[in-house]
C-alpha cells in the first residue's frame, strides 16, 4: 500500500534530511499548481521519480517543504494533486511550521480518508513520525547549522515538548504515530532508515 507520511519536529529534529537526500534524483520534477499574471507559480510539488515520492512544496531554499506553501488552501490543493496524479507514489509532508499544529491536521487526515473512501480513489496508509532526539541534540544541531549564532533556545525547546506532546494526541485519534529518536541514526543513513520504516508498515493489514 502507498502511503502519507507527515513527519514532524522542531528545528534540529532532522526533518528536512529526508527530502534532502531525495535531492540527488536526476529525475526530480518541480510542478507549479498556480498561475500569477500568467506564469507558473505557487503552490509547488516536489517529484522525486526515482524514489517514487511526492513532497509537498520545494527544497531549493533553507527553509523548504510546506512551509513554502502559504496557507491550508495551498496545502490542500497540493495534497489533492499529489494524491490523484501519482497513485503509484508516496506522499510526503514536512515541515517546521505544521510541525506544531495537531487537530487542523488530524480532520485533515480523517477528511482524506473518508473522501477516498466514498469515491473509490486510491488509499494511501496515514503515517505521522514525529522525530524527537533528545532536546539538548536539537539546539546543538541548530547551533552549528546557525554559524554559532544566537538561537532562540526557548523558542525551539516549546516546539520540541509541543511535537512530542501530540505524538499520543495522534494515536488517540486513530492514526499510526510513530516518535522516532533520530539521534541514534547518522545523517547519511536517515533516508534509508526512513524508507526502511515506511516498509515496515506499507504492508501491514
Known amino acids: 500500500m502507498r502511503l502519507l507520511v507527515n513527519i514532524r519536529g522542531c528545528n534540529g529534529a532532522g526533518k528536512s534530511t529526508v527530502p534532502m537526500s ?6 526530480l ?13 505557487a503552490p509547488y510539488i516536489t517529484v522525486f521519480h526515482s524514489y517514487m515520492w511526492v513532497a509537498l512544496g520545494t527544497y531549493f531554499n533553507k527553509t ?9 488552501e495551498d496545502t490542500q490543493k497540493a495534497l489533492y494533486y499529489a494524491w490523484t496524479h501519482y ?17 487542523t491536521y488530524a480532520n485533515l487526515f480523517t477528511d482524506y480518508e473518508y473522501w477516498v473512501k466514498t469515491r473509490n480513489i486510491n488509499p494511501r496508509r496515514i503515517i ?19 554559524g554559532g549564532k544566537e538561537v ?39 533516508l534509508h532508515n526512513f524508507l526502511k520504516t515506511c516498509d515496515k508498515y506499507r504492508g501491514r493489514d
Request: some cysteine; hydrophobic content about 35%; charged content about 25%.
Open 64 to 72: 523548504g517543504g510546506m512551509d513554502t506553501l502559504k496557507n491550508n
Open 87 to 103: 497513485p503509484d507514489y508516496d506522499v510526503l509532508m514536512e515541515g517546521i511550521i505544521a510541525s506544531t499544529i495537531k487537530s
Open 128 to 146: 505521522i513520525m514525529s522525530f524527537v532526539p533528545p532536546i539538548e541534540v536539537c539546539l546543538a544541531r541548530v547551533q552549528e547549522r546557525n
Open 152 to 190: 532562540n533556545n526557548a523558542a525551539i525547546i516549546s516546539k520540541w515538548l509541543t511535537v512530542n506532546r501530540n505524538v499520543d494526541y495522534f494515536r488517540q485519534e486513530g492514526f499510526i504515530s510513530l516518535r522516532i529518536d533520530t539521534n541514534k541514526c547518522p545523517k547519511e543513513r536517515m
Open 29 to 41: 520534477e518541480v510542478i507549479p499548481l498556480g498561475e500569477k499574471n500568467g506564469k507558473p507559480s
Open 22 to 27: 531525495m535531492m540527488n534524483d536526476k529525475r
